[in-house]
């Protein structure tokens, strides 16, 4: 599956918080095959939120572009796309 624009986080590290340089994104929860559903999470006017399915905290940090996470681990590319 290509991840396409839409930046795409992850937390295999079990972090309670990751910081994301965007507030539209998919969170993936591990990366695959051990990933939850690809959902879409949009903070809207939040400056956080937490993901449904694993209960990871997500940050928006202005400063990092939307393709950027702390820690940088987190965010994750499609290898075949």
């Known amino acids: 599956m290509a991840s396409g624009a839409t930046p795409h986080f992850q937390n ?16 993936i929860g591990a990366p695959p095959p051990f990933d939850h559903p690809h959902i879409f ?4 006017a939040d400056q956080e939120t937490i993901c449904p399915y694993c209960s990871t905290l997500y940050r928006y940090n202005p400063k ?3 393709d950027e996470s702390i820690p940088p681990q987190a965010a994750w590319t499609d290898k075949a796309a």
């Open 12 to 27: 295999q590290m079990g972090l309670p918080a990751i910081e994301v340089g965007a507030k539209e994104f998919m969170c």
């Open 64 to 66: 990092l572009r939307a």
């Open 41 to 44: 999470i949009d903070m809207g």
